[in-house]
């Protein structure tokens, strides 16, 4: 095993910081395991608001679990009317800029003014607690208003990201049984309107539940509305002036008294199965990690302005650019485009411009960006900066150090943050001043994670060996449910391995208890930092009316970490391969989104199979990477098949 370079914190950050030594990390991590529940409640009550404390901290029946019962609480009043009542009133929120550079700064009065207005909206549209909103926005502050709009009333909200299609967008409509979609017309993205309401439009053809469509106007684009189901954000805001007690209430709309476990929101992503899962968070538990991580990771303090690049319409965006910031008290950069708009130093530009001081990017978005050169980040006064970090995939060490050196000037530690839409918050990550780092690897389990790795049999491994990554014991913001589906909810995460929860990521640690997470077990693949399943992809396919049959696998790729890979063999026909390879790849972009879009399309004769017929994806996958096959093909139906295959590899 090659012996990594470790890189002690430094010490005028540790100085400074809010965990300032191992020693203190380890201090913290032994309460944690001793005493969990005692650990828990302590922060619930130090860092939250309750309108009613709870009265036992957790109830766990594996695996389901209730923390905090008994509590009454409100996500929307921890995130901006707490605050209101301190200095924070009138420190920004959020810092927008749009992709064609228009600017807005939102004080914590001003958001809590805009989320008011518009839970009163939804609340003379009929909504109310238990409900569920779909929202399909652009990053502007209209989405975390929304979504913090729908948690002030209780209704329960999912966040469709934007590069999803329609049919992605009617399949989420449908499986949540939403009433409400929360829409715009479009956003800016390299320079284009993305036309969201459109895709709301074709979405709703057989969604009957949905009663009403409201739609933020940002692009100004014309788009047609249907009577008596859409109606424009602005013209239903205006109207909650015309009454007088309506306006009362609207300028203060109270945030309603909910249990620690009313459902948060509901956020799908891919699994093993074609069907994408609603992911269940609640709220108490959910809010109190995502706010402890922004101290202990991110080491947040008051003079911060803090910048997470991802999409809201991903888990990194609800728990690192809204709940966790906002119950913390932060200050947030929310940018609505693209990167590399209109030139490679677009993030540059707006580290410089806002003097962001704490940055959350992916290893996707970083190699892009090395791969333009270092005079873009070398344009600009990037001293501002004072923590990195990073999500997604594992962070090659080439790109750490690059980073580490183009980015942070080498005075920025570096926090490599292993989570999943499942953890709600960051597990395994080094706080910046008590943890040094390794280059690739996420270093150490936070305090209260008892994150494992073991074999099949739920027996731990010894140390650099690969195993199954696991977590032993239930913390605060894990899934709640599989929304709607209970049973896939039991059988995926707490029975694979015995008495653990099952990330179905690989890892090692290495002899100083360090984790390395190597990537995914089951069929998901991870295209720049996003979990898209083989199976979604290949049932995309196979809906196509030349497809005959779709076997898709992650290829490994210079910067996207894994590109899609897709074998399909054809129906009869007489098809120029060419053009179909092309039409196929556009055919996926459009069934499930534009950042689905294969990378390549391979048309082959057969697949290679069991002799029960299970197409083998396991030696698919070697072809793709290896370019041979070298594991056991005793189960395979027809050589001939694998071996054609890795030739045509090498004829390419
Ligand atoms: C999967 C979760 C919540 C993060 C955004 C993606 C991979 C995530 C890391 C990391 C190595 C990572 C894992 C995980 N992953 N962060 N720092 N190092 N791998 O959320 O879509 O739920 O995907 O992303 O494979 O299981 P997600």
């Given amino acids: 095993m090659s012996q990594s370079q470790t890189y002690a914190p430094n010490p005028e950050f540790a100085a400074r910081a809010q965990v300032k030594s191992i020693e203190e990390y380890r201090a913290l991590y032994e309460r944690a395991k001793t005493d969990p529940e005692r650990f828990w409640a302590d922060l619930a009550l130090k860092e939250l608001t309750w309108f009613r404390p709870f009265g036992q901290t957790l109830e766990w029946q594996a695996p389901f679990a209730k923390w905090f019962s008994g509590g009454k609480i409100n996500a929307s009043y921890n995130c ?93 409509i449908l499986d949540l049984n939403a009433t409400v979609v929360i829409t715009a017309d479009g956003g800016w993205r390299r320079g284009r309107e993305v036309r969201l309401k459109d895709a709301v439009d074709e ?165 892009a960006l090395i791969k333009q050169g270092e005079r873009w980040p070398e344009a600009h006064d990037l001293s501002s900066l004072r923590l990195l970090g990073s999500v997604g995939e594992p962070i090659n060490p080439a790109a750490w150090e690059w980073y580490n050196r183009v980015i942070g000037k080498e005075r920025c530690p570096i926090v490599d943050t292993w989570w999943q839409t499942e953890t709600g918050a960051i597990m395994i990550s080094a706080m910046p001043g008590a943890i040094p780092t390794k280059p690739g690897s996420a270093t150490l389990p936070l305090p209260g994670i008892v994150a494992d790795i073991v074999d099949h049999n739920g027996a731990p491994v010894p140390a650099n060996r690969e195993g199954y990554l696991v977590i032993r014991q239930p913390w605060p913001s894990m899934i709640r449910n599989i929304w709607g589906d209970p049973k896939r909810f039991q059988e995926q995460y707490w029975s694979r391995v015995p008495s653990a929860y099952f990330t179905g990521d690989a890892a090692r640690r290495d002899e100083d208890g360090y984790f390395w997470v190597l990537g995914r077990v089951d069929d998901v693949m991870n295209v720049s930092g996003h979990r898209l399943s083989t199976m979604e992809v290949e049932s995309a396919l196979v809906h196509h009316p030349a497809v005959a049959e779709a076997a898709v696998v992650g290829k490994p790729h210079e910067i996207t970490g894994q590109a899609v890979c897709c074998f399909v063999t054809l129906k009869q026909g007489d098809w120029n391969h060419q053009v179909l390879g092309n039409e196929l790849r556009q055919w996926v972009a459009h069934e499930i989104g534009p950042f689905a879009r294969p990378d390549e399309i391979r048309i082959t004769d057969a697949l290679p199979k069991t002799r029960s017929g299970k197409i083998m994806r396991r030696l698919l996958r070697e072809i793709v990477t290896t370019h041979a096959v070298t594991g056991d093909v005793t189960t395979l139906e027809d050589l001939t098949v694998v071996t054609k295959l890795a030739s045509q590899q090498d004829e390419e």
């Fill in 203 to 367: 979405a709703l053809e057989d969604c009957p539940d949905v009663r009403h469509v409201v739609v933020y106007r940002r692009t100004g684009s014309a788009i047609p509305m249907k009577e008596g189901r859409d109606h424009w954000w602005h013209e239903l805001d205006a109207q909650l002036s015309n009454d007088p007690f309506i306006h009362h209430e609207a300028e203060n709309c109270p945030a309603e008294e909910l249990d620690s476990e009313h459902p948060l929101y509901v956020l799908y992503t891919s699994g093993t199965t074609g069907k994408p899962k609603g992911i269940l968070h609640t709220t108490a538990g959910y809010l109190l990690q995502t706010a402890i991580t922004m101290k202990w990771i991110f080491d947040l303090r008051e003079d911060d302005v803090y910048w997470c690049t991802a999409d809201i319409g991903w888990v990194t965006g609800h728990s690192y650019i809204v709940y966790g910031p906002l119950t913390a008290g932060a200050t947030c950069i929310l940018y609505e485009g693209a990167p590399d708009y209109p030139a490679f130093d677009r993030f540059w530009q707006i580290v410089e411009k806002y003097r962001v001081s704490i940055f959350y990017t992916s290893p996707t978005a970083i190699r």
């Fill in 80 to 172: 901006l009317d707490r605050h209101l009542t301190t200095a924070r009133k009138q420190k920004p929120a959020f810092i927008f800029e749009g992709e064609p550079g228009d600017q807005r700064v939102i004080t914590y009065q001003e958001l809590h003014h805009l989320v008011s207005r518009f839970a009163t909206v939804l609340k003379q549209l009929g909504y109310q607690s238990a409900d569920r909103a779909i929202i399909y926005m652009p990053m502007i502050p209209e989405l975390p208003v929304a979504m913090l709009a729908c948690a002030r009333l209780g209704i329960t909200h999912s966040v469709v990201f934007g590069g999803f299609s329609a049919e992605a967008l009617k399949a989420r």
